[in-house]
């Protein structure tokens, strides 16, 4: 009898210890998003918030003449808390409160050149911090089992943020990446079109150059018999 009741507080702290590790990484939240910004307008999108919780967006222009955008973050009550001007790329994080976050990028001073660009929204804080705290009415007896959940739970925490800090930073690389072949590839359009309209050139001066030469050797004058 003794023996099934420790194999219950067993099994009961193991469930419980799983709804917490599911609880702790359903609190952070991230995507990603790539999309084209034709010249001459702008786009607009929407993030649903809680208060007290944690807004991290990170953008990088990845194609299109400049490399530049801007950047406009606002607030549920419409304040402007975060803004760019003409930039390539960059990271913004605010501390929220509860409401719908509006977020936008503007290509209306370019005419010509449409942009591709990525985007990256991290959520943190977005569960409710009491849920994570449940298992704890749960867990009973679990001194009988030598085990520390609060220092499992804190190195899960810590596992988790460095698995999620891996991923954003793969995520940046891939991004950068993209960029650099695209600009690359832009170069070298740019050079094989140079390269071809110099040589014409060549070809057309040599052509001249060769008949003019010609020219200056010809005998125009008439022999007469």
């Known amino acids: 009898m003794r023996w099934s009741i420790e194999v219950l507080r067993v099994c009961v702290a193991c469930l419980s210890l799983c709804v917490s590790v599911i609880s702790a990484f359903s609190q952070s939240l991230d995507s990603d998003f790539t999309f084209t910004l034709p010249a001459g307008r702008k786009e607009c999108f929407f993030q649903s918030m809680k208060k007290d919780a944690s807004l991290e967006i990170e953008y990088q222009v990845l194609d299109g003449a400049s490399l530049d955008v801007d950047f406009n973050l606002h607030s549920p009550?419409?304040?402007?808390?975060?803004?760019?001007?003409?930039?390539?790329?960059?990271?913004?994080?605010?501390e929220t409160e509860?409401?719908?976050?509006m977020f936008c990028f503007d290509?209306?001073?370019?005419?010509?050149?449409?942009?591709?660009?990525?985007f990256e929204?991290?959520?943190d804080n977005m569960g409710d911090g009491e849920e994570s705290e449940d298992w704890k009415a749960y867990v009973q007896g679990a001194d009988l089992l030598d085990m520390k959940l609060e220092d499992i739970?804190?190195?899960?925490?810590s596992v988790k943020s460095r698995l999620g800090k891996s991923l954003q930073i793969q995520t940046l690389l891939r991004a950068f990446e993209a960029r650099d072949r695209n600009l690359q590839e832009s170069n070298y359009d740019r050079v094989?079109?140079?390269?071809?309209t110099n040589l014409v050139v060549m070809m057309i001066v040599?052509?001249?150059?060769?008949?003019l030469l010609r020219?200056?050797?010809?005998?125009?004058?008439?022999?007469?018999?």
């Open 77 to 94: 009550s419409g304040h402007i808390v975060a803004s760019d001007y003409r930039k390539s790329d960059g990271v913004h994080t605010v």
């Open 98 to 101: 509860e409401g719908d976050y």
């Open 107 to 118: 290509n209306t001073f370019s005419a010509v050149s449409e942009k591709v660009i990525f």
């Open 121 to 123: 929204l991290i959520l």
């Open 153 to 157: 739970m804190d190195t899960i925490n």
């Open 192 to 196: 094989n079109m140079w390269s071809c």
């Open 206 to 211: 040599s052509c001249i150059q060769v008949y």
């Open 215 to 225: 020219s200056l050797f010809d005998d125009k004058r008439k022999v007469r018999t």
